[in-house]
């Protein structure tokens, strides 16, 4: 397929009229649209702007080159624009863009589509291109000249394939999309290879899958690798070699400094337990004890992490109008108060497990696992499988793609756009939830029965004790089946007439997310930008008894967080019961207090001590963020 099948003279906008970087895409977007090659409009358009959240196409050279792959593409296609005088569009040269090619692309786009694609993004790394489509003054010599190249291209691609296979440095591309920057970044690396007298092969990682994949052979002959990537790449082939990890953006900019580096070996040699990490610009590997798992794992915590917060918050604010101010059938109802817990409760909770397992799928198994993940944390939240069902069910998905791509490797070309459509997801989903439906949820359930049903038949024979499990029991899962156990258990005793188990509960409950909020404040060094920030917002939930904030700290580092948590909500609901604390409210937090039975200051002074407890030995455990 040419590129000229892609952009047509419907397409093309000789004189764009914008003057800043919105307006620019609000015209572009128009120009697919009015061309009838979108089928939701506003979607394409977020989806364009969506991606440049992630990073600014404008790569420099007086391009920029807005794209995304969405079902709001009716067909593939390329809009172009030129601005004489040039628009500021946040380049990463700093300077103004002038030729602007939007590139539209349908989810499921066949191999043709997205060769022409990369080839684009190829053709406009020639100086020589870009020069003459800035003197282009109609239509038909903007689509002669795109075609004069992308003849030449083809040529180049076959030609730099066959010179790479005795390659001395390798490399590796790719982008979220994997449809502009993945391919020109490969090109300015493969242009200053040969301008340097280096040979050298590229794999890339484009939305059509890995293209030019290096070879055992090719790795083992490598003096270094460059990895020029904003999404996850298979590294654990490169372990012993010197391996240069950068942005994509970098491979575009800098391919002489990477090369030159590449060939001095100036990188650390890759043991297969390093982690790679940006600072100034500069890539350096780092050593790690963090696996795959962790990095799926903290995919999924790193999404979920906005329904928690958003969400407790919107909870703990309705609590302020009552208890019971969402009930319709109390008295102190509020139709603000119910929709802010419909909101926040019914809403943005029950979806926090279907994400989290949807992103650890999609993190394992790219963009075909997210469906299945969301589907099986899904059936994991409605059959009360809870937090640990939800892991069960991402990693679940995830290695299910993974299996199924496997399996559908052998599949002709031709059925190559139907796989992401229809082949990966009805198949993942379906297997995905037949095993959480008859192998995982049940299971689950049971433990949790198993939970309640023992401590029913615990007794109040040693108050002491029951507080000390009660309160570990919140902590250990935070919201999941051994938390409810124990909820469920307070609520019983309500029932029955005794309000203290359900004291040690509240108190147990709050700890976990005021400990990690006190740790954050006090042990800064030891965590990330984005775990302070959350530390300051557990304050609110811990008040308002809302475990769930705690669970990205547990999820992010479960060997020290869940002990340390675990020992501060046992020593909590340990002194409840020492103090004959009661609690007659199904529910806990600040907006129950008044309600308490007992001393208020000494029950204050048992979440205190479990707070305190629990931010110690997180501070002691956790290693200081260098």
Same mark, same amino acid.
């Given at each position: 397929m040419r590129i000229t099948d892609l952009l047509t003279k419907e397409t093309i906008i000789l004189s764009l009229q914008s003057v800043n970087k919105a307006d620019a895409i609000e015209e572009l977007v128009s120009k697919l649209d009015y061309a009838g090659k979108l089928s939701d409009r506003e979607k394409f358009k977020e989806s364009i702007m969506d991606r440049e959240k992630q990073s600014t196409t404008g790569i420099g050279e007086g391009i920029a080159i807005p794209h995304a792959k969405t079902t709001a593409v009716?067909?593939?296609? +390329? =809009?172009?624009?030129?601005?004489?005088?040039?628009?500021?569009? %946040?380049? *990463?040269?700093?300077?103004?863009?002038? #030729?602007?090619?939007? +590139? =539209?692309?349908?989810?499921?786009?066949?191999?043709?589509?997205? %060769?022409? *694609?990369?080839?684009?993004?190829?053709? #406009?790394?020639?100086?020589? =291109?870009?020069?003459e489509l800035m003197n282009a003054n109609d239509e038909a010599d903007i689509i002669k000249i795109i075609n004069s190249f992308d003849e030449e291209k083809e040529d180049d691609i076959q030609t730099s394939n066959e010179e790479a296979l005795q390659a001395s440095v390798i490399a590796v591309t790719a982008c979220p999309t994997g449809i502009a920057h993945t391919y020109m970044a490969a090109d300015a690396l493969k242009a200053k290879a040969a301008e340097l007298g280096v040979s050298i092969k590229v794999e890339t990682n484009g939305s059509g899958g890995a293209r030019n994949v290096l070879t055992a052979e090719d790795i083992e002959k490598a003096a270094a690798v460059i990895v020029a990537a904003d999404t996850k790449v298979d590294t654990d082939r490169f372990i012993g070699k010197p391996v240069i990890k950068v942005p994509v953006a970098e491979g575009i900019r800098k391919p002489q400094e990477l090369l030159e580096r590449a060939i001095k070996q100036d990188a650390p040699i890759f043991s297969g337990s390093g982690s790679n990490r940006m600072q100034d610009g500069e890539a350096e590997i780092v050593k790690s004890k963090k696996s795959y798992f962790y990095q799926h794992?903290?995919?999924?915590?790193?999404?979920?992490l906005p329904f928690v917060v958003g969400g407790g918050i919107l909870i703990a604010i309705s609590f302020m109008f009552g208890i019971h101010s969402a009930d319709p059938t109390d008295p102190s109802y509020n139709a603000f108060a119910a929709a802010l817990n419909t909101i926040g409760g019914g809403n943005a909770f029950g979806l926090m497990i279907p994400v989290l397992a949807g992103f650890i799928a999609m993190s394992i198994a790219d963009r075909p696992g997210l469906a299945p993940g969301m589907v099986g944390g899904l059936l994991a939240a409605t059959g009360e499988a809870g937090f640990l069902g939800g892991l069960i069910a991402g990693f679940l998905a995830g290695y299910i793609v993974l299996l199924l791509k496997k399996l559908f490797a052998g599949l002709p070309l031709s059925l190559e756009g139907i796989k992401p459509v229809l082949l990966y997801p009805l198949f993942s989903i379906f297997l995905t939830g037949m095993i959480m439906l008859f192998a995982v949820i049940d299971p689950v359930k049971a433990i949790n029965t198993g939970l309640t049903n023992w401590l029913n038949g615990f007794g109040t024979g040693n108050l002491v004790l029951m507080g000390m499990i009660l309160g570990a029991m919140m902590a250990i899962d935070m919201g999941g089946p051994i938390n409810k156990a124990a909820f469920t258990f307070g609520i019983a005793m309500i029932d029955a007439g005794n309000y203290a188990p359900h004291a040690a509960i509240m108190a147990g409950g709050m700890v976990p997310p005021l400990g990690l909020a006190l740790a954050t404040t006090i042990f800064k060094s030891k965590f990330t930008k984005q775990e302070k920030d959350a530390g300051k917002t557990n304050y609110i939930m811990g008040a308002t008894f809302i475990t769930e904030g705690a669970i990205p700290f547990a999820a992010a580092d479960p060997m020290r967080v869940i002990p340390a948590a675990v020992a501060g909500s046992a020593v909590a609901g340990a002194l409840s019961m020492v103090f004959k604390i009661g609690l007659p409210a199904p529910h806990g937090g600040l907006f129950v207090v008044p309600i308490i039975e007992g001393n208020i200051l000494l029950y204050m002074l048992a979440i205190l001590a479990g707070t305190i407890v629990t931010a110690l030995i997180v501070g002691i455990l956790k290693k200081t963020i260098k």
């Open positions: 009716k067909e593939p296609a +390329i =809009a172009f624009g030129k601005s004489v005088t040039g628009i500021e569009f %946040e380049s *990463l040269d700093g300077n103004p863009a002038h #030729l602007f090619f939007m +590139i =539209a692309a349908p989810e499921g786009a066949n191999n043709a589509h997205l %060769e022409a *694609l990369a080839r684009l993004s190829s053709i #406009l790394m020639n100086e020589e =291109a870009r020069k794992l903290m995919n999924g915590v790193s999404n979920m």
